[in-house]
């Protein structure tokens, strides 16, 4: 046996240790109680915060963001942050699980549509502090109301402990954002009563020690395993007899393989409807999200604002999101065109950072060819910024293509007045482009006003995309755990788009439609003068914030052990970002 089989063979050997022992212990931890759950969720902080500093530090390096750069900040708030307020965040439902408590707590309003919206943020005085002006409704299917609200939540809770079932579920972890996985990991640990085995992706598997050290507490009572291998090691995975479920974050192509099969067996199979995997599999899987600009009346402070704003939807790590924005939807005739797009165009430029992700130059390659003409943003370091316009190249190209890195798309529409724009704007996206994760709206608030709020409601409502953002990032959305995090609820095995189920929700809300963001339209100090009751300055996610290293830093030790005594030097680099 040559060496090449040796390792196989140990992979194979090591693989089935772990799923032995994840099948022996499946039901134990089914049955494991609040309490047991709360303390393992306090002791995964502890080794959390211990990695910490190591992990972004190493994700940095990985992601080739220049020494000393701000941008080091994205790692933390993309990384340990979010999964230190997971933790929180679960462990305050766990706390209130007796007869569904929590669920007593939550606001919820009747939208115009006759739907019951849950607001999940702010919840607590720390998110009024820390995140002044951001909100966060999650807006249920039809049937689900304040009145039935705790039949719908926490689930897996329902039954007694005693007579609970595990699962053993695989989790394919993503390349790109670092919290993905382990945030993926606690629900169907936390949300699902499921033990899983977690295949790393090859691009950030050196997160492993860290994520094994974090991750510890789960890994001694027999919950979790984390295992490292390519494509053929996830196949194996996929098909053995004791995974019972399986998670995916990555390609749509990769989940219909591992549905329907590959190639010609894959288009049959696929065709009959009848899957090679026939295991329960959910999925995140991108889109081509859109970005509307609504028109109306922008200062030139807006202008800016918003131009940073929109950069960043884009630029975040580097593109490499499935939720950056690829279609920027503008109003045909508008004044401020001009402005918005050099603003845009400077923002851009100044983000100095060098491509890491594998296969990005080809996407880059394929994009230029589509458009046959771009608008090149040069930046002193990295590979220039390409902007097209759908319209003068490959429209069904771009309107299906997930690029998956620095460019982005423009499309133009008929703007007589901002509420049939609107209108015909998401009825584009509804209909043209692909997927359902997120969209971004961008308006003035005097233009919601002018529609109404609940008319503008209303026409939100025929969105259909998993978490919708009012002139914020639906990159907040999955920032704030409390938040479900998935495509629109319309997805099938033969047309999965975005993908199935959703992950996050810390709330551990059922029957969700969407996430609806609402972020500030001005920063502080201007939305104080101009009557918006914000506290929060140019936000830490913006890849313009020159202090969101240091921000991303303090708030993840801030979740760590939250202290009034912590807020003032978060305040001090926030003011100064």
Not at 114 to 141: F, M, R, Y
Not at 168 to 189: H, S, Y
Not at 306 to 315: F, V, Y
Not at 356 to 380: I, L, N, W
Request: charged share 20%; glycine share 8%; with cysteine.
């Amino acid at each position: 046996m040559n060496m090449a089989n040796n390792n196989k063979a140990f992979e194979a050997e090591a693989y089935e240790a772990d799923l032995i022992a994840l099948e022996a212990a499946k039901d134990k931890w089914a049955q494991s109680s609040v309490e047991t759950r709360i303390e393992i969720l306090s002791l995964i902080k502890d080794g959390l915060m211990e990695v910490a500093e190591d992990w972004v530090t190493a994700a940095a390096k990985a992601k080739q963001i220049p020494d000393g750069s701000a941008l080091k900040g994205e790692e933390w708030i993309s990384g340990p942050f979010p999964v230190m307020a997971a933790c929180n965040g679960l462990m305050t439902t766990l706390s209130h699980m007796k007869d569904k408590s929590f669920a007593k707590h939550l606001p919820t309003r009747q939208l115009p549509n006759g739907n019951t919206a849950v607001k999940v943020t702010p919840h607590s005085i720390w998110d009024h502090l820390l995140i002044s002006g951001v909100k966060c409704e999650v807006w249920l299917q039809s049937g689900v109301n304040k009145g039935n609200l705790d039949r719908h939540v926490a689930s897996a809770y329902d039954q007694p402990e005693a007579q609970r079932k595990g699962k053993v579920a695989l989790i394919l972890g993503a390349g790109n954002i670092a919290a993905i996985t382990p945030l993926d990991a606690f629900q169907k640990l936390f949300l699902e009563n499921q033990v899983c085995v977690i295949k790393m992706n090859p691009v950030n598997d050196y997160l492993t020690p860290f994520l094994k050290q974090a991750l510890k507490p789960l890994i001694e009572v027999d919950a979790l395993r984390i295992v490292n291998g390519g494509g053929p090691a996830g196949a194996y995975l996929c098909d053995h007899a004791l995974v019972e479920e399986i998670h995916i974050t990555g390609a749509g192509a990769t989940h219909d393989a591992i549905v329907w099969g590959s190639g010609k067996e894959g288009e049959k199979n696929k065709k009959a409807g009848k899957p090679k995997n026939p295991r329960k599999i959910t999925s995140e899987l991108g889109a081509v999200c859109p970005t509307i600009v609504v028109p109306g009346f922008w200062s030139k402070a807006d202008l800016r604002f918003q131009a940073e704003n929109i950069a960043t939807q884009k630029m975040h790590n580097h593109g490499y999101n499935c939720v950056a924005c690829q279609a920027l939807i503008l109003p045909e005739g508008w004044k401020h065109t001009d402005a918005l797009m050099k603003g845009l165009s400077d923002v851009m430029a100044k983000c100095a950072r060098g491509p890491y992700y594998p296969g990005a130059q080809g996407r880059m390659d394929r994009f230029a060819e589509s458009a046959g003409k771009t608008r090149k943003v040069q930046r002193k370091n990295g590979p220039a910024v390409e902007i097209a316009e759908i319209m003068n190249g490959d429209a069904d190209w771009f309107t299906q293509t997930e690029v998956f890195g620095p460019a982005m798309a423009t499309k133009t529409l008929p703007a007589s007045d901002a509420e049939s724009y609107l209108r015909a704007a998401i009825a584009y996206a509804n209909d043209e482009l692909y997927g359902t994760l997120g969209a971004n709206i961008v308006i003035h608030p005097r233009t919601i006003k002018e529609i109404g709020k609940a008319r503008f409601e209303e026409i939100l409502s025929d969105l259909k995309y998993g978490t919708i953002a009012i002139n914020g990032w639906t990159g907040i959305g999955f920032l704030i755990t409390a938040c479900p995090w998935g495509g629109f609820p319309n997805a099938t095995l033969e047309n999965v788009g975005s993908g199935i189920g959703t992950v996050h929700n810390t709330f551990m809300l059922e029957k969700v439609e969407r996430t609806v963001v609402k972020a500030p339209w001005r920063p502080f100090p201007r939305g104080v003068l101009s009557g918006q009751l914000t506290l929060l300055p140019r936000p830490p996610w913006f890849i313009s914030n020159k202090q969101q290293h240091h921000v991303g830093k303090l708030l993840t030790q801030f979740q760590y052990k939250p202290s009034v005594l912590k807020l003032p030097r978060i305040f001090a680099h926030a003011l100064l970002g």
